[in-house]
């Protein structure tokens, strides 16, 4: 794994965040690794995301992360869809 990032600091908010779920070991290693990836990548004339690049959203996003990846403290807070960061994680993430 690229992040070597300590496992238990997730459980809580993971836990936390989807509490009707059982949070596996392997849930763990998969969030670890999926902080790892930026939400969005832009290079020389070539754009990536991963459903929807919006100029704003990504100016939002990048406010808080400006390399793109986001952090556990990040994960209740999107998961509730309520703040603006939120909102702007959901669009890249899912679209219109």
Do not use: Y
């Not at 100029?55 to 986001?70: E, H, M, Y």
């Amino acid at each position: 794994m690229a992040s070597e990032f300590p496992l238990a600091l997730l459980k809580a908010p993971l836990t936390q965040w989807s509490k009707n779920a059982s949070v596996t070991p392997e849930a763990l290693k998969w969030t670890d690794w999926f902080l790892t990836l930026p939400l969005w990548l832009e290079l020389d004339g070539f754009r990536l995301v991963h459903a929807c690049w919006v100029d704003d959203a990504i100016a939002t996003v990048a406010k808080r992360r400006p390399d793109g990846p986001l952090r556990v403290e990040d994960l209740l807070e999107v998961s509730e869809k309520k703040t603006k960061f939120a909102k702007a994680v959901e669009r890249l993430t899912s679209g219109p």
